[in-house]
């Protein structure tokens, strides 16, 4: 066997353990081909390739050491270092400008969600005793934000609470986000998550018409589960308002894109009768998640049933796009979009990095998920000097468990959200629950992997369209 060239030898042990660790390689067989994912690159490799073909040996444990390498399997590893610095999503100490920006305008709301996350935090008179957004905070957000990097193009999403509780509130401060943008030379768009209740309202209809917003709506799957976790005040089902509301909202809102936000039980069934629901209603952007993981019933005699689900959604979406229906689930759509670039996602989200919130007193936090909460108040100085800040070196820290070092996964995870960890470790079976939770994550994850196969073999122009934003509805 040839062995590696004078000089070479230290490049190949130093790339060794990263490049060739079998827990850094998921085979997926298809066809009697022997398709290789391999975590470092975040590459799908070509099975015919020398690469792919030494990466299986690797896992089949056939190659051991440095040493059982000709000269051919070298270059193969000379590939794969090289893939490894490209178009990594490197974002743990990148000072990015800030792109999206989460505001809340109040933090009251018209609905009792059961799960809501408001209330974890905080008592439920505080939270609704907050004010709205006045002048002064206004003030305040606009100063913090002059002093930090922020980019040409912006999102800015006005959360709650719900923000068309106060419809006319939300409409001024629209408007002067938009005055604002321009005087300072910046592409705005406007983005707003609601309940859905106050769509069908004509104040409300116009703001979103003039201020060209687009709307997400949190809307919990068919009616008999929406209604037993999203409640009016009275303590009855919300879905026959919300959806009264739907239906007027789809009349007159002018964007392809209809986008959805559901939380579901875990319990079988529900992730794809969700997902049917929210398609079958006329959503075609749809994020679905589960609260339970964090502080509801996690019972792992049913993970199987919850795994073999996610098959059938998984099947169920590709038939989807092969019958001309680009419906975007974020589970699936965001893998297979950074798999096709060869994207590496370090991170799970851009919390702190491109990403803050706001809330109702001005106040900046990393999330909208930790509003009002006094506790994890970030300054400008944090944003700007992430290495030197106690908070931002919390909140980015517990992005990785200890169990990302050796998945498979974690180059299309990016690790777990701040909150949801926090969470978790308040409960006593913390350490199941966490696995229970990067198991089910990773059934996601190999799932995406093989429609993106499937797609690439058998419908290519398919998965341009999936992958092309502009080719979304």
């Given at each position: 066997m040839?062995?590696p060239?004078?000089?070479?030898t230290?490049?190949?042990d130093?790339?060794?353990?990263?490049?060739?660790n079998?827990?850094?390689i998921?085979?997926?067989?298809?066809?009697?081909?022997?398709?290789?994912?391999?975590?470092?690159?975040?590459?799908?490799?070509?099975?015919?390739?020398?690469?792919?073909?030494?990466?299986f040996?690797?896992?089949?444990?056939?190659v051991n050491f440095?040493?059982?390498?000709?000269?051919?399997?070298?270059?193969s590893?000379?590939?794969l270092?090289?893939?490894e610095?490209?178009?990594?999503i490197?974002?743990?100490?990148?000072?990015?400008?800030?792109?999206y920006?989460?505001?809340s305008p109040?933090l009251g709301?018209n609905?009792?969600c059961?799960?809501?996350y408001?209330?974890?935090?905080?008592?439920?008179?505080k939270?609704r005793s907050?004010?709205?957004?006045?002048k002064p905070?206004?003030?305040?957000i606009?100063?913090?934000?002059?002093?930090?990097?922020?980019?040409?193009?912006?999102?800015?999403a006005?959360i709650?609470g719900?923000?068309?509780?106060?419809?006319r509130?939300?409409?001024?401060?629209?408007r002067f986000a938009r005055n604002?943008?321009?005087?300072?030379?910046?592409?705005?768009?406007?983005?707003?998550?609601?309940?859905g209740?106050?769509?069908?309202k004509k104040?409300?209809?116009?703001s979103?018409?003039?201020n060209?917003?687009?709307?997400?709506?949190s809307?919990?799957g068919p009616?008999?589960?929406?209604?037993q976790?999203?409640?009016?005040?009275?303590?009855?089902g919300s879905?026959?308002?919300v959806?009264?509301?739907i239906?007027a909202?789809?009349?007159y809102?002018?964007?392809n894109i209809?986008?959805?936000?559901?939380t579901?039980?875990?319990?079988?069934?529900?992730?794809?009768?969700?997902?049917k629901?929210?398609?079958?209603?006329?959503?075609?952007?749809?994020?679905?998640?589960s609260?339970?993981?964090?502080?509801g019933?996690?019972?792992?005699?049913i993970?199987?049933?919850?795994?073999s689900?996610i098959?059938?959604?998984?099947?169920?979406?590709e038939?989807?796009?092969?019958?001309?229906?680009i419906v975007?689930?974020?589970w699936?759509?965001e893998?297979i979009s950074n798999?096709?670039?060869?994207?590496?996602k370090?991170?799970?989200?851009?919390?702190?990095?491109?990403h803050?919130?706001f809330?109702?007193?001005?106040?900046m936090?990393?999330?909208h998920?930790y509003?009002g909460?006094e506790?994890?108040?970030?300054?400008a100085?944090?944003?700007?000097?992430?290495a030197?800040s106690?908070?931002?070196?919390?909140i980015?820290?517990p992005?990785?468990?200890?169990?990302c070092?050796?998945?498979?996964a974690?180059s299309l995870?990016?690790g777990?959200?701040?909150?949801?960890g926090?969470e978790?470790m308040?409960?006593?079976?913390?350490?199941?629950?966490?696995r229970?939770l990067?198991?089910?994550k990773r059934?996601?994850?190999e799932?995406a992997?093989?429609?993106f196969?499937?797609?690439?073999e058998?419908?290519?122009?398919?998965?341009?369209?999936v992958v092309?934003?502009?080719?979304?509805?």
């Open positions: 040839d062995r060239i004078n000089g070479q230290a490049l190949i130093d790339a060794w353990k990263s490049i060739t079998p827990n850094n998921l085979v997926i067989n298809r066809d009697k081909k022997h398709y290789i994912y391999h975590s470092p690159t975040n590459s799908i490799l070509d099975p015919n390739s020398n690469a792919s073909k030494l990466l040996r690797i896992s089949s444990n056939l440095p040493s059982d390498l000709s000269k051919s399997d070298m270059d590893v000379k590939q270092i090289a893939l610095g490209i178009n990594r490197r974002l743990e100490d990148a000072k990015l400008p800030i792109a920006l989460a505001i109040t709301c609905l009792r059961t799960y809501c408001n209330f974890q935090e905080g008592a439920e008179e939270i907050t004010p709205q957004l006045e905070a206004i003030s305040k606009i100063a913090t934000l002059g002093e930090m990097n922020v980019n040409k193009k912006v999102n800015l006005f709650g719900e923000p068309f509780l106060y419809p509130l939300l409409d001024k401060l629209a604002k943008a321009r005087e300072h030379d910046k592409e705005l768009t406007l983005l707003v998550t609601t309940n209740l106050s769509l069908g104040t409300v209809a116009k979103i018409l003039r060209d917003i687009r709307v997400s709506i809307l919990d009616p008999i589960w929406h209604d976790t999203r409640k009016l005040l009275s303590g009855n879905s026959g308002a959806m009264a509301g239906d909202f789809f009349k809102y002018p964007h209809r986008a959805a936000r559901a579901y039980k875990l319990e079988p069934g529900r992730l794809l009768a969700t997902y629901f929210l398609r079958d209603t006329g959503f075609n952007d749809i994020s679905t998640g609260h339970e993981f964090e502080s019933r996690v019972d792992s005699s993970q199987q049933e919850l795994f689900e098959d059938s959604l998984a099947a169920e979406i038939t989807d796009f092969i019958t001309g229906k975007r689930h974020a699936f759509t893998v798999l096709y670039y060869g994207r590496v370090d991170v799970i989200c851009g919390a702190t990095r491109n803050v919130a809330d109702t007193y001005g106040k936090q990393a999330c998920r509003l909460n506790e994890y108040e970030l300054s100085n944090d944003i700007n000097n992430p030197t106690n908070l931002i070196h919390e980015r820290s992005g990785k468990t200890k169990h070092t050796d998945c498979w974690r995870c990016g777990e959200c701040f909150h949801v926090k978790i308040k409960q006593q079976d913390n350490e199941n629950r966490q229970f990067c198991d089910y059934k996601k994850y799932a992997v093989q429609m196969i499937r797609l690439a058998n419908h290519p122009a398919i998965l341009e369209s092309n934003p502009l080719a979304r509805p």
